[in-house]
Nanobody, 117 residues
Framework: QVRLVESGGGLVQPGGSLRLSCAAS????????LGWYRQAPGKQRELVAA???????NYPDFVKGRFTISRDNAKNTVYLQMNSLEPEDTAVYYC???????????WGQGTQVTVSS
């Protein structure tokens, strides 16, 4: 069983920054692809960043240049650095993990990010 625990959410003013963390309870973290998704009220969950087991990253256009995903395999943790935050970034942010070669995605419980003045 894989357990993912997000942290680092909170209230931030427009233009501010936050760093989210997601700690995973897995034996071999390095063989998992990881992603950050978000879901705002009344909207579908959407991808904001992904990183493969090899370290390749992928971002949708609406976060490019503002968000950065990274991973620390020694700490079993994936991060999401969010800069230049906008009110539209307000959502619950979730991390997920999928073991290479498998189809099942594990999800964390989410952390709330609120961007407001």
């Amino acid at each position: 069983q894989v357990r993912l625990v997000e942290s680092g959410g909170g209230l931030v003013q427009p233009g501010g920054s936050l760093r989210l963390s997601c700690a995973a309870s897995v034996r071999i973290f390095s063989i998992y692809g990881l992603g950050w998704y978000r879901q705002a009220p009344g909207k579908q969950r959407e991808l904001v960043a992904a990183i493969t087991s090899g370290g390749s990253t992928n971002y949708p256009d609406f976060v490019k240049g503002r968000f950065t995903i990274s991973r620390d395999n020694a700490k079993n943790t994936v991060y999401l650095q969010m800069n230049s935050l906008e009110p539209e970034d307000t959502a619950v942010y979730y991390c997920n993990a999928r073991r290479d070669g498998e189809t099942y995605f594990y999800w964390g419980q989410g952390t709330q990010v609120t961007v407001s003045s």
